[in-house]
Nanobody, 118 residues
Framework: QVQLVESGGGLVQAGGSLRLSCAAS????????MGWYRQAPGKQRELVAT???????KYADSVKGRFTISRDNAKNTVYMQMNSLKPEDTAVYYC????????????WGKGTLVTVSS
């Protein structure tokens, strides 16, 4: 059974930094795209950043220049360094991975809460 486990969320003041991690484990043959999504209270879940197995990245306009996504393919882990955090970044951040465990499908972590105080 595949599991995605996030860590690194917490409370930080505006302008501060946090680093999120997400490790995939279980019966995994390969991982295609990994990414981070977030959902703020009362809002829909939105894409924050994604990264392919070859290292190509994509970011939401709202985080460009502040967040950096990276991954360690050997550890099946994706990271996101979040700098210059703003109160509007407050949300539950979810890890996503499109991976092959008998067949390709999307898996989600349970989420980690990031709270940015003003």
């Amino acid at each position: 059974q595949v599991q995605l486990v996030e860590s690194g969320g917490g409370l930080v003041q505006a302008g501060g930094s946090l680093r999120l991690s997400c490790a995939a484990s279980g019966n995994i043959f390969s991982i295609n795209v990994m990414g981070w999504y977030r959902q703020a209270p009362g809002k829909q879940r939105e894409l924050v950043a994604t990264i392919t197995s070859s290292g190509s990245t994509k970011y939401a306009d709202s985080v460009k220049g502040r967040f950096t996504i990276s991954r360690d393919n050997a550890k099946n882990t994706v990271y996101m360094q979040m700098n210059s955090l703003k109160p509007e970044d407050t949300a539950v951040y979810y890890c996503n991975a499109n991976l092959d465990s008998d067949f390709y499908m999307d898996y989600w972590g349970k989420g980690t809460l990031v709270t940015v105080s003003s």
